[in-house]
């Protein structure tokens, strides 16, 4: 009940969050990542850290941390708007005619809502069930784990935004030979950058909780590991539900987000009581695990579209080096400290892409990833 004044603060943040993300959505729609990357990424994350910094200094504790959240949301909400209007498109020209095609809109969004709410209420549900079967102290450990591991959906969330716009545009030209190669290129970047993450998560699950949250948070840190684990399959689901959402399979999506949401509530259900926050873990495990095997079979079926490919395999070998390596190294520089961990995860990541690159796990056609990074963040032309 302590938290009822900030939960009213944060109220005040949905429609501006809401309008936020309309007008970078609507930048990324113009293939001009640049310029949603810079606001949300850059100056709203920087805005959020130096004014929490600051209000926290002055005493204000939690409610520093909320204020510095709604301000660095304004600042975005604001800056968003200027930039659609003055550099990608003006949605308040009078010459611009709108075009109204709301069936055809309320038709194809609809089952997006209801898979969009279903994602929400498998991350909401598992803490629900914990605080009414366990105890509100197990809440508080999980939701410790719970965004640490979900760090693993930045990479793909990040390829997603330079993703949907090109293989949309190919799917236009019936460049179907492209998109699966684009798919396989992408999800192996995925596959590759969030391997290495989710193997020094699991190596040093009880240390970064330690020092992120504190001594007693380490209990949860079983919890953490499946999490994490979880969450690879998940990021690279993310390809095949917008391959979907390109082939305007929106029910289908609506009941794989279906069935993966009833296969997580009968796990809660049946592991929350005995097992508390690791039941939940392992909830969330099999709701992200049948996600990935629905949807990767759904694309298979409709474009015989698949990306798992035997050169991953170069990828968990040097991850398995490296994680020797870098095992045998925190036993002199113990990783008791951000600075110590950052330290390792430096070495674990040098070990990793230098393993990758002397076993050959690098192709030619990875360039072609680069160029259009590249090409979609740096180049100020408007494609129309």
Request: hydrophobic share 55%; charged share 15%.
């Amino acid at each position: 009940s302590e938290l009822t004044v900030i939960l009213k603060l944060f109220a005040f943040l949905i429609p501006i969050k809401n309008l936020s993300i309309i007008f970078l959505t609507t930048m990324q729609a113009f293939q001009q990542i640049k310029y949603a990357t810079i606001i949300e990424q850059i100056i709203e994350n920087s805005t959020k850290l130096i004014i929490t910094f600051v209000l926290i200094l002055l005493g204000f504790n939690i409610l520093g941390a909320v204020f510095a959240f709604i301000i660095a949301s304004v600042v975005t909400l604001i800056l968003s708007f200027y930039v659609l209007e003055k550099k990608v498109f003006s949605m308040t020209n009078k010459n611009t005619i709108a075009i109204y095609n709301s069936k055809e809109l309320l038709l194809f969004s609809t089952p997006l809502l209801f898979s969009n709410f279903f994602v929400n209420v498998v991350k909401w549900i598992d803490t629900w069930f914990i605080g009414s079967l366990r105890t509100t102290s197990e809440v508080g450990l999980y939701n410790a784990a719970l965004p640490t591991a979900s760090l693993l959906v930045l990479v793909p969330t990040a390829l997603m935004a330079l993703f949907i716009p090109i293989i949309t545009e190919l799917y236009a030209k019936n460049k179907i030979k492209k998109i699966k190669k684009i798919s396989f290129l992408i999800s192996k970047w995925i596959f590759y950058i969030n391997i290495p993450i989710a193997a020094f998560i699991v190596i040093f699950s009880k240390n970064i909780l330690n020092v992120m949250f504190g001594q007693e948070y380490s209990a949860a840190y079983t919890a953490l590991i499946i999490l994490t684990l979880s969450h690879i399959p998940y990021s690279l689901s993310h390809i095949h539900a917008n391959i979907l959402q390109m082939l305007k399979k929106k029910k289908r999506i609506m009941v794989i987000f279906i069935i993966s949401t009833i296969i997580n509530l009968i796990l809660n259900i049946s592991l929350i009581p005995r097992y508390g926050m690791t039941g939940a873990a392992i909830g969330v495990a099999g709701y992200f695990s049948s996600l990935y095997i629905l949807m990767a079979l759904s694309v298979y079926k409709f474009k015989k579209l698949q990306t798992i490919r035997r050169i991953y395999l170069k990828s968990v070998f040097s991850v398995i080096i490296s994680a020797f390596i870098i095992y045998t190294i925190s036993k002199i520089i113990l990783p008791k400290s951000i600075i110590n961990l950052l330290i390792l995860s430096i070495v674990f990541l040098l070990a990793y892409i230098i393993l990758l690159i002397l076993i050959k796990g690098f192709e030619k056609e990875d360039l072609t990833i680069i160029k259009i990074i590249k090409d979609k963040i740096f180049s100020n032309k408007n494609k129309k």
